[in-house]
């Protein structure tokens, strides 16, 4: 019970996208490829019952090809490029009658060579995941796609800062090393769910998604319409974490349903969840020169992103991925090579941390390699070079409002690490927001209160709640007395979408301005607009990356048995930067629920492969945290500033628990290179000593 | 003593003449770590996500060994 009433969720009230029925409707099932990569020869439709609707390939030969940065995706695929890819779906009155036809259609194929590996697919002669790059899908607010016509390479990001390459060969200190992540699902409670019904011309989506109006964009040119002509309509999600991002299966439920002449649901099962999107993995190969004092001179960092089978956006995610793996250091001289590359796997996507998880194990493992090479302490290393406010970033940006060295202190401070740093590591992170974006936000007087309209998601981050607890706080009622609709294309106004923790903050400014706004015209409407503008040149990496940095440190006290490799976490803390905190009890979630993702990334959770199938995909093979594998003690704080502005923090807790707990290793001798850190892998470090 | 080991192979694993070695004996560590080294030596283990076989093997010897040991104590 709070000032808001019984928690919804609690009580069962609380409709998701899986809950949305219509009148007449349909129900969807997939026909998937067995094989990683082939051609559709021929589907056959003679066994499907009566009164079942297929959607085949030819179907969609007269519509758009969509993609959120490139365009590279059929609605239908008539040339499955993973294992899991959807070659036709099936409209019926019942989900098992559905699921029974699609075992009915009979798919003849002809196999195509494939490549798994993001390093292997950018070798001479490589299997082509595509035949030509895909169109860059314009995104205003997105970025410039950098593809290599003939290679498998879909984005190249680039950083030039100063000249390394020279810096490097004049350091005192070198060291290298490489390191890897695997892939890894978002595992929400509630799988994708999506309704389409057209209706005079015009179509309706309630789909579960982080980003309606991007769907939007990207089904106006799927089905060749105005983007008026189409309405999503978000409701809450039963958890997200990035996976339910761009169009999914808005598109396919949405020809479907046109096809069908009813409205048509689709519900994913647990199983088709790890064929849908996933984390990218990635391969880093990083370098770092220093002098002998430990101040870093320069930095040379060569990133394989592997996106899978389509490109999403993983041109955005090497690009962040990049620019995270540079750190929150003055570092005169970086290069950066970050690939985003076409595979033969289920697609990569956005997942909590967007890539910044991914370069932070590389770039702050290898921090710990150096301090151990130098004779210096990690911590003192690192505040050594901690970028502090006015300091350029290797982007040529001039850096403000930064709490690196709080967040840092704060962590090693809660661990004792300067007392005696055997067990303990340490991890820094910086984060870049989505930049650049827009968000807007409506307030109007209603009887009772007031109602405000935007597009930003609910999750379960809470963004209503905080919406709730600043418009009581800006418009003097009480947070029951605000109405907060589901964001609805037709009636929100326009935000980029619910993602890098930015709702907050952007809606928040936004909001503070609609009210101001209302108080001068009469106290019955208004609006509100924030902005942030920016952008990196992919060229360069030169720009300005984020207009408001995640700033945030975690530390890990581990022991080690030595006979068995197993790991355990005595203490886990994360301090994270939040200048000040709108919705408090939010806020610690956000904490807590983002450190134990990572210690499932740390210790858990990969998606296991053979010749391209997913071979782990249920919660029996595929190990997220459960109650018994958290640490002994979970920490964490907020940290906030008189007068300072509200900071995101969704995810900022979650890219250092990987590094923290695999420097905590260092500490013991035990050096490991790859997530996640198995006992056996333990086992491994302790042979190798 | 009897000894048997799961999650290592595709069923529960014991090994009754190993056991017996134990009879009228006492559970002293060299033949805890007989018994312990014979499961290790003798398991026939499966690999899969969770581990693979050689982990398997060695930490079943540990495993062993240690259960011997809160038995003993």
Redo the contacts between chains.
């Keep these: 019970v709070s000032a808001i009433g019984l928690d919804p969720r609690v009580t069962g009230g609380l409709r998701y996208a899986h809950d949305v029925e219509r009148p007449g409707m349909l129900h969807a099932a997939f026909v998937r490829s067995p094989h990683a990569h082939a051609r559709v020869k021929r589907v056959d439709v003679a066994a499907v019952p009566e009164g079942c609707t297929v959607l085949v390939p030819a179907d969609v030969d007269d519509l758009g090809i969509y993609g959120c940065q490139l365009k590279d995706q059929r609605v239908v695929a008539d040339v499955a490029r993973f294992a899991g890819d959807v070659v036709a779906a099936v409209a019926a009155p019942t989900r098992e009658a559905a699921k029974a036809a699609a075992l009915a259609v009979d798919v003849s194929w002809e196999e195509l060579p494939a490549v798994y590996d993001a390093v292997e697919a950018v070798a001479p002669g490589a299997p082509l995941v595509h035949e030509s790059a895909g169109a860059d899908a314009g995104d205003a607010v997105s970025i410039d796609v950098r593809s290599i016509e003939g290679s498998n390479v879909c984005h190249r990001f680039l950083i030039r800062h100063g000249d390394a390459e020279r810096a490097m060969a004049e350091a005192e200190v070198v060291v290298e090393e490489v390191f890897r992540t695997p892939s890894a699902a978002h595992a929400p409670m509630e799988p994708h769910a999506t309704l389409a019904e057209w209706e005079d011309g015009r179509l309706t989506l309630w789909t579960a998604t982080q980003t309606p109006f991007n769907v939007r964009a990207d089904l106006a040119g799927v089905f060749g319409l105005a983007e008026d002509a189409i309405r999503i309509v978000a409701p809450p999600m039963g958890g997200s974490f990035g996976a339910k991002t761009f169009v999914r299966l808005e598109a396919i439920v949405a020809a479907l349903a046109r096809k069908a002449g009813a409205p048509v649901k689709a519900v994913l099962d647990r199983t088709e969840e790890f064929v849908t999107l996933n984390r990218h993995p990635a391969t880093m190969r990083m370098r770092l020169g220093a002098r002998r004092d430990g101040t870093l001179v320069a930095k040379e960092l060569d990133c394989w992103v592997d996106t899978g089978a389509y490109a999403d956006c993983g041109p955005g995610v090497a690009t962040k991925l990049g620019y995270a793996g540079v750190g929150p250091y003055r570092i005169p001289h970086v290069r950066v090579d970050s690939l985003a590359i076409y595979t033969n796997l289920p697609p990569n996507g956005a997942y909590r941390g967007y890539g910044a998880m991914q370069s932070v194990w590389a770039s702050e493992r290898t921090m710990d390699i150096l301090a151990e090479r130098l004779g210096m302490s990690p911590l003192e290393l690192r505040r050594r070079n901690l970028l502090r406010d006015g300091d350029r970033f290797a982007t040529g940006e001039v850096m403000h409002d930064v709490h690196f060295e709080d967040c840092l202190q704060a962590a090693a401070e809660a661990v004792g690490y300067e007392d005696d740093p055997r067990g303990k590591g340490l991890c820094v992170l910086l984060k870049g927001m989505q930049t650049p974006s827009r968000a807007q936000i409506e307030v109007e007087r209603t009887p009772i209160g007031y109602v405000i309209r935007s597009a930003s998601c609910e999750m379960g981050q809470g963004i209503r709640r905080s919406l709730r607890l600043l418009g009581a706080e800006m418009l003097g009622c009480e947070p029951g007395q605000i109405e907060i609709p589901d964001p609805d294309t037709d009636s929100s106004p326009f935000d980029t979408r619910t993602t890098s923790s930015r709702s907050t903050h952007m809606m928040g400014r936004a909001l503070e301005i609609a009210v101001a706004d209302l108080r001068a015209s009469g106290g019955e409407r208004g609006f509100g607009e924030i902005v942030n503008e920016g952008g990196l040149d992919p060229d360069t990496g030169q720009g300005v990356a984020s207009t408001h940095w995640h700033q945030g440190a975690a530390a890990a006290q581990v022991s080690v048995d030595e006979e068995t490799g197993v790991l355990t976490v005595e203490h886990l803390h994360a301090a994270v930067y939040a200048g000040r905190v709108v919705n408090r009890p939010g806020a610690e979630l956000q904490n807590e629920g983002s450190m134990v993702m990572g210690l499932g990334t740390a210790l858990l959770e990969g998606i296991l492969f053979a010749d391209g199938q997913v071979t782990n995909a249920n919660f029996s093979d595929y190990n997220i945290p459960a109650a018994g594998d958290l640490p002994k003690r979970l920490t964490h704080e907020l940290i906030e500033r008189e007068g300072a502005e509200v900071h995101g923090l969704g995810e900022t807790a979650l890219p250092p628990v990987p590094a923290a707990i695999g420097n905590a290793l260092q500490s013991l001798g035990l050096h490991v290179t790859e997530l996640p850190i198995t006992p056996e892998a333990v086992l491994e470090a302790v042979d190798a000593r | 003593v009897r000894v048997v080991v799961g999650a290592v192979a595709e069923v529960p694993q014991q090994f009754p003449d190993l056991c017996e070695r134990a009879r009228g004996r006492a559970l002293d560590a060299a033949l805890r770590e007989e018994i312990a080294e014979g499961y290790g030596r003798r398991i026939e283990p499966i690999s899969?996500?969770r581990?693979?076989a050689d982990?398997r093997r060695?930490?079943t010897r540990?495993?062993v060994r240690r259960a011997l040991e809160d038995v003993a104590a």
């Design positions: 899969d996500a581990g693979s982990y060695r930490v540990v495993e």
